[in-house]
């Protein structure tokens, strides 16, 4: 593009855009509107939209939330200008999508805009290049050369706009002479040139003179007085052979300046370049040694904590040594300690040091085995959340195997396990379910065709116990729903079976039975249970009572309670959503609470049920966003514990490749800040859904009769 003349100014767009249309928000502020942008409507997408922002993929659900949200936090606070920083801290999803969104909004000014007034007379005298596409922007010679202007757009998109001439000031005679003059007497200084000639700027002086063709504008009129017509003509030729020279003078210097002028600001940009690879590769090898220095700091943790154990388990055992043997001679031995307060550190422990100091001597192993001594270590255990996250999975040979990961340091370690059971036997022909866990024990159910085998495991003392096998009543029922827990009252653990078959459209059957751990027979329940369709999630247990959701064709999805004790059910009313669409649910234990988890279009909220059975006791908690790598593919997922500074680790489950394979991830969502952090938990191929269990010393043999 050619450089620009001195004789070319701006015409400001002003004069000819259409006053814009004023609003006012919700706060009082007024917010300016441009006409053109009179189409934006919250609740549709216009034409221009679908033409400017082409995205077949996109969801246009989620278009009309990014533009919405992002207009909305401009009108919040109209006077100040929002950056693309800003929306995307306060915003979530793909920032692609989002800022194509951003840069279209303000392209329309829907927002950041600001009209502003014509152009003064000191702004009007520059070289400008301003854009048809924005009326408001406008840009000297120098920067559309350099390609200051927004990102996305190109040089084509801008327009060269002539300089009026009404805004410049023409040479007079004298000035010329001046001009002349002064350049006779300082040469190319043109500081001292400009100094000379009143009024004038030295830029100004050089476009002047590079104007002048030294030819008959340089004579003088016909009636001057003039010694001779040869002196007239040496003297002009005189003249012209000095203002020839000068002139030349003057174009090399300018030129020198010019190639020196892109040679320092090549040298400046590559002297930057280097300053800013030296720095990235600083900042990266930073980050690999700090990376590097945290693990080295998780295993120096880690085997510090298993010193700090195995010391621990010595000074017991000493100690329990000591206090139990008879003394021999006074003053060598440690002071007696009664059998109570050993008993009552004891049961405070782990139930892996518990383990190890079972095999110490008869005496603790006799201790730790007692009934009495195992239900009180139960209580404090879940007090002082001993809790493990159980993962059952398929291998590669699509054999079952188990991860089990302490809750207090699942960003750190786990545990791999096989099942109780030789996995490989039941290759291919069934899977793993777990149906639920009481007390630190997991009932799993094994399907098998036509029958179902179930396992008690207590994951954390690796011991195990298979009990009857539940037969399908006929092949006409679909399937069997179990639940696992805990009748407080006579101190047994029972089993529930519901069966469900389809006897017509939409209405289905179903049959209920209990099995009492420890004996050989199933209980028929009688009565229908309130349930109407087999889409389940597993029973949790709370308060003595079994809890799932029964989904029913005409959408009235109620909780379904089933008390243990008196074996009796019951419906729940769901929490009161405030006319929110809820589109499905997922219950859960949290804080030993019932737990609902909504699922909506956009995010996820957490409900819990304060007072088991009191349906005024709902309290929604939080909201959990989807954690979105592709905002149009989302993970949605469900709550698995609470920490005690109030962070939920939660199971995201999402569709991928079109609906071809289901992807799994734990994350740790921090709902104050907002945070999400993915422990660092190796990928274990196909899980099924994970159970939080509490550690604890209960075996499932000692639950059932040795003539079982």
């Keep these: ?119 003064s007379k000191s702004e009007a005298a520059s070289n400008s290049t301003e854009s048809p596409s924005l009326n408001n922007m406008t840009l000297c010679v120098r920067c559309f050369i350099c ?14 706009v002539e300089i009026s001439e009404e805004t410049k000031k023409e040479w007079t005679e004298e000035e010329t002479l001046n001009l002349l003059e002064a350049i006779t007497n300082f040469g190319d200084d043109w500081k001292r040139v400009s100094h000379q000639v009143v009024g004038r700027t030295d830029k100004e002086c050089v476009a002047r003179f590079l104007e002048l063709p030294f030819g008959d504008q340089l004579k003088p009129p016909v009636d001057a007085e003039c010694e001779s017509e040869t002196d007239w003509k040496r003297q002009d030729a005189s003249v012209t052979s000095d203002g020839g020279n000068a002139s030349d003078s003057i174009q090399g210097s300018l030129l020198d300046a010019n190639l020196q002028l892109e040679k320092e600001e090549s040298d400046v940009e590559k002297a930057i370049s280097e300053v800013i690879e030296v720095q990235m590769k600083n900042i990266q090898d930073k980050l690999i040694n700090f990376e590097d220095l945290d693990v080295l700091m998780e295993k120096e943790r880690q085997q510090l904590e298993q010193t700090k154990s195995l010391f621990f388990l010595d000074q017991l055992n000493l100690l329990f040594r000591k206090t139990s043997a008879p003394t021999t001679e006074e003053g060598n031995h440690l002071p007696d300690l009664p059998f109570e307060l050993v008993a009552e550190i004891l049961c405070r422990l782990p139930v892996k040091l518990l383990v190890q100091l079972r095999c110490q001597s008869k005496s603790l192993n006799t201790l730790i085995s007692d009934p009495i001594f195992v239900k009180k270590h139960l209580r404090l255990s879940t007090k002082s959340h001993h809790h493990q996250l159980i993962i059952p999975y398929l291998d590669n040979k699509f054999v079952s195997r188990v991860n089990s990961y302490p809750i207090n340091s699942i960003m750190s370690k786990f545990t791999k396990q096989d099942f109780p059971y030789d996995g490989k036997h039941f290759k291919g022909e069934s899977y793993h379910n777990i149906v639920g866990s009481c007390n630190g024990i997991i009932c799993l159910a094994l399907a098998l065709p036509r029958r179902s085998e179930l396992v008690l495991w ?52 179903t049959q209920a039975r209990v099995n009492t751990v420890g004996t050989n027979s199933w209980r028929m329940i009688h009565g229908e249970l309130p349930l109407s369709i087999g889409r389940y999630e597993s029973m949790k247990f709370v308060r003595g009572a079994l809890n799932w959701i029964a989904y029913r064709f005409e959408g009235d999805n109620s909780v379904i309670s089933f008390d243990l004790v008196n074996e009796s059910c019951r419906e729940l009313l769901q929490p009161d959503y405030g006319g929110e669409s809820v589109p499905a649910v997922i219950l859960s234990v949290l804080r030993d609470c019932l737990c609902i988890f909504a699922l909506t279009h956009q995010f996820s909220s957490v409900w819990l049920m304060k007072e088991y059975g009191n349906e005024e006791s709902w309290t929604k908690l939080f909201h959990v966003p989807y954690m979105e790598e592709d905002p149009f593919h989302p993970f949605h997922g469900k709550p698995l514990w609470i920490f005690e500074d109030d962070k939920v680790l939660m199971e995201y489950t999402s569709l991928q490749n079109r609906n071809t394979s289901i992807s799994k991830v734990l994350a740790i969502y921090d709902f104050k800040s907002g945070i999400i952090k993915c422990p660092n938990i190796s990928k274990a191929g196909v899980w099924n859904d994970p159970e939080v269990c509490t550690e604890s010393l209960i075996s499932p043999e000692s639950l059932i009769s040795p003539d079982f």
Excluded: Q
Excluded at 85 to 113: A, C, M, P, Q
Excluded at 147 to 160: L, P
Excluded at 469 to 485: Q, R, V, W
């Design 147 to 160: 390609g200051n202007y927004r990102i996305g757009m190109s040089n084509t998109e801008f327009k060269r």
């Design 1 to 119: 593009m050619a450089t620009s003349t001195p004789n070319r100014t701006v015409e400001s767009p002003s004069s000819t855009e259409t006053p814009p249309k004023p609003k006012t928000s919700s706060d009082g502020n007024l917010i300016l509107v441009p006409s053109h942008s009179r189409w934006f409507s919250w609740d549709s997408i216009h034409e221009c939209e679908i033409r400017n922002i082409p995205e077949s993929s996109k969801n246009p659900r989620v278009y009309k939330y990014y533009r919405n949200s992002i207009v909305k936090f401009f009108r919040f606070n109209p006077n100040r200008k929002i950056t693309f920083t800003d929306v995307r801290k306060t915003l979530v999803g793909d920032v692609g999508s989002i800022r194509r969104v951003f840069d279209f909004l303000e392209d329309w000014g829907l927002i950041n805009y600001h009209p502003s007034s014509s152009l």
């Design 458 to 509: 207590n994951p954390t003392i690796r011991k195990f116990k298979r009990l009857l096998y539940f037969e399908t009543p006929s092949d006409a029922y679909d399937s069997t729903l179990f639940g696992f827990g805990y009748d407080h009252i006579i101190d047994v653990y029972k089993i529930l079976a519901v069966s469900f078959y389809r006897c017509g459209k939409n209405i289905f059957k």
